[in-house]
């Protein structure tokens, strides 16, 4: 079954100096039919106006993914890490036990645009851990780049949950392919451009809920950037 979730479907908060689209109910935006996707709770897509950012709040029992578009994400934490986060980078955070963090952009005049995405550990109660990992474009061009696993499998981020995330860079001809193992569903999420997906006609923000298949086909994308969430 194949099910699209489009761009304008999703909830939206306009604070000013944060825009943000929730793919699944978060924050005012409920929804009872968008809850998450398997362990997939959070995808959202925020835009932050130079100079602002999310201030000191906790977590805990949560696998956060900072996924940074474009501009510079600036991140510090209880745990004592502090980075900046550019196009390329991958951050996990398990919030575990609990821990405190802020996020700024980087730059006073230039808004920063990433996703935020929280995935359901398969354990609560660990320790908070903390990584950060780079990986440059080419390793994304015209393939399907392992972003993060519950292994660390080809130099990904390691995450608490038996889930992989992909990422890929499509364009014109570049087509690529993925085999879901037996019980397994997945959820493409187009961050920018266009693609089709098995199928099917997305745009930026759109997404695909894919159930009972077992190859997903992503092509004739036109400066496309797709990330593939093969879950349990």
Same mark, same amino acid.
């Given at each position: 079954?194949?099910?699209?979730?489009?761009? !304008?479907?999703?909830?939206?908060?306009?604070?000013?100096?944060?825009?943000?689209?929730?793919?699944?109910?978060?924050?005012?935006?409920?929804?009872?039919?968008?809850?998450?996707? +398997?362990?997939?709770?959070?995808?959202?897509?925020?835009?932050?106006?130079?100079? =602002?950012?999310? +201030?000191?709040?906790?977590?805990?029992?949560?696998?956060?993914?900072?996924?940074?578009?474009?501009?510079?994400?600036?991140?510090?934490?209880?745990? +004592?890490?502090?980075?900046?986060?550019?196009?390329?980078?991958?951050?996990?955070?398990?919030?575990?036990?609990?821990?405190?963090?802020?996020?700024?952009?980087?730059?006073?005049?230039?808004?920063?645009?990433?996703?935020?995405?929280? /995935?359901?550990?398969?354990?609560?109660?660990?320790?908070?851990?903390?990584?950060?990992?780079?990986?440059?474009?080419?390793?994304?061009?015209?393939?399907?780049?392992?972003? =993060?696993?519950?292994?660390?499998?080809?130099?990904?981020?390691?995450?608490?949950?038996?889930?992989?995330?992909?990422?890929?860079?499509?364009?014109?001809?570049?087509?690529?392919?993925?085999?879901?193992? !037996?019980?397994?569903?997945?959820?493409?999420?187009?961050?920018?451009?266009?693609?089709?997906?098995?199928?099917?006609?997305?745009?930026?923000?759109?997404?695909?809920?894919?159930?009972?298949?077992?190859? /997903?086909?992503?092509?004739?994308?036109?400066? =496309?950037?797709?990330?593939?969430?093969?879950?349990?």
């Amino acid at each position: 079954m194949n099910e699209i979730r489009r761009a !304008d479907e999703r909830g939206y908060a306009d604070h000013g100096w944060l825009k943000s689209y929730h793919s699944f109910s978060f924050a005012n935006y409920y929804d009872p039919q968008h809850m998450g996707f +398997g362990p997939l709770r959070v995808i959202n897509e925020d835009r932050v106006a130079g100079g =602002a950012g999310f +201030g000191r709040h906790p977590h805990n029992d949560m696998e956060i993914i900072s996924y940074v578009l474009s501009g510079e994400l600036e991140h510090k934490d209880s745990m +004592g890490n502090g980075s900046i986060i550019r196009p390329g980078d991958v951050q996990r955070m398990s919030a575990g036990t609990g821990v405190v963090h802020s996020e700024f952009n980087q730059s006073k005049t230039e808004p920063v645009h990433f996703l935020q995405i929280w /995935i359901i550990p398969d354990e609560e109660g660990i320790a908070p851990e903390y990584e950060q990992k780079f990986f440059p474009a080419e390793d994304k061009r015209g393939r399907l780049r392992i972003v =993060a696993s519950p292994d660390g499998r080809e130099g990904s981020i390691k995450m608490h949950q038996n889930a992989l995330v992909y990422s890929a860079l499509v364009d014109g001809d570049e087509q690529v392919e993925h085999e879901l193992a !037996d019980g397994r569903q997945a959820y493409v999420h187009v961050a920018r451009g266009n693609a089709t997906v098995n199928g099917e006609t997305l745009n930026p923000g759109d997404a695909l809920k894919l159930r009972d298949q077992r190859n /997903i086909v992503i092509e004739r994308g036109k400066q =496309a950037e797709v990330l593939l969430f093969d879950l349990p």
